[in-house]
């Protein structure tokens, strides 16, 4: 026959033992997000030692969030290089404006099987349809996977994500960035 009292113990035992769990667990996943340069290889690592290169790492971004904070401050806070932009400009251009670069800009980025398209435009560009750059996507053989634009000012961000259709086949990127830039006229 089981007492009352150790019912109670087993219950604190067990409620020990998911809390112990849990925060292993947690402890895991924060392990997970920290980038692999920041240890120090040990043989074995022990969750202190995990949680403090976690801290560590938090403050380094921290200092780094501040830094660049600064530098943009210093910069003008127009948001970076125009060398990093594209095409660097009269800041008097009225095309540009204080970007750092020509518009209409088209980025193409390609990963394998992933092709990403970054058009910018000047919102002055009515002439300009959206659904072409989807259909030379589609012709150039991509699946388009999510597309999404946001208006700042005078000017139109499209971003749109895509993937092969055929991974043997694959995606030209530079052909993709002809046919977009006769598309828009750049």
């Known amino acids: 026959m089981m007492k009352s009292g150790e019912g109670k113990i087993m219950d604190r035992k ?13 402890c895991f996943k924060l ?12 043989d074995s690592i022990s969750q202190q030692d995990h949680l403090d290169v976690a801290a560590a790492y938090i ?4 200092e780094r969030i501040v830094s660049l904070k600064q530098q943009k401050m210093l910069s003008g806070g127009h948001g970076g290089s125009a060398a990093a932009a594209g095409t660097a400009q009269d800041p008097a251009d009225s095309r540009g404006g204080k970007l750092g670069f ?5 980025d193409v980025r390609h990963r394998d ?3 990403e398209v970054l058009l910018i435009i000047s919102s002055s560009e ?7 750059v989807i259909g030379v996507l589609e012709e150039e053989g991509a699946e388009v996977v999510n597309a999404s634009f946001s208006a700042v000012g005078d000017k139109i961000f499209y971003t749109v994500h895509s993937q092969a259709i055929s991974s043997r086949i694959g995606l030209e ?3 993709v960035t002809e046919r977009l830039k006769q598309l828009i006229r750049i």
């Open 14 to 26: 067990t409620v020990e033992k998911n809390r112990r769990m849990h925060m292993k667990s947690l």
């Open 31 to 42: 392990a997970s997000l920290i980038p692999k340069q920041e240890y120090i290889y040990k």
């Open 59 to 62: 403050k380094k971004l921290k």
């Open 102 to 106: 020509h518009l209409p800009m088209i």
């Open 113 to 115: 099987p992933n092709l």
């Open 126 to 132: 009515a002439s300009f349809s959206f659904h072409r």
């Open 173 to 175: 990127a530079s052909q």
